[in-house]
């Protein structure tokens, strides 16, 4: 499983669209950097407060936030979907698994490579952006690394999904699958928002479905949280309009639902490797 995992970062390391990522990564948060510092300086000329301007820089890091989830959904998407799917495909799994190499190690292998390269994307650009923002606004979220852990376990859940798909599915309908399952997931949650705010359990029980089926939105929670100024949450927190607000969230996730995404992509690795084994090669 270890070298398979080797293999699998060095093969990712030589795709042009990792090094694309990266370089459209360091880009937007140049231009975040500058648009930001654009902002402070408006702000401050027309004499804003503080709090103001915590508000205003919080709100535009989650929605940096926000963006840089999709792109990490289409990243996990990319390298995910054709990691079996293409294997199969060029008869390179058939190789691999006639030598004695269990198909489960192969798979874990798969996913754990993926996996690392994955968070060490989202690490890195998550971090930087938030120094950049830091270093021309003054703003730094009350902990940067907690809303940088969520978004990484968001890419490792939709990494998981498509490992899932590309045992059955080719590698564009595996990916086009995951990214649609993530945005139906961010609707949901935003559908609930909306249900708490206007006190209808049928939209919270939606959101409530999703986050079971499918848990990135609430991670997503998680990330929002991390990045709002704690007097900005004791501002507005009990406000049931912010409530509503699929950009504000009033509290952390629970430790169940934490541990429930993290059970989540156990559960969904064992159903690949059972997928897996009963494939025909």
Known sequence: MITIARLTIGET?????LWVLIILAVAA?????????????????AGADELSLKLGVSQVLIFIAFQFGFVLAMTAAFLGSPAIAADLESGVAQAMLARPLRRSSYLLGRWVGLAIVVVCYAAASGLLAIAAVSFVSGYTPPNPIV????????????LTLTIVLSTRLPPIAGGAIAVVAYGMAWLAGVLGHVGQAIGTNGLVGVSDLGRILFPTDT???GVIYGLEPSIVLNAIGQEQIARGNPFFAAAPPDLAQVAWAAAW????LGLAIGMLRRREL
């Open 265 to 268: 992509v156990v559960l969904a």
């Open 147 to 158: 809303p940088v852990m969520y978004l990484a376990g968001q890419a490792l859940i939709l």
């Open 13 to 17: 390391a030589r795709k042009r669209i």
């Open 219 to 221: 991670l997503w929670q």
């Open 29 to 45: 948060v140049a231009l975040t950097a500058w648009g930001v510092s654009q902002l402070v300086n408006l702000a401050r000329e």
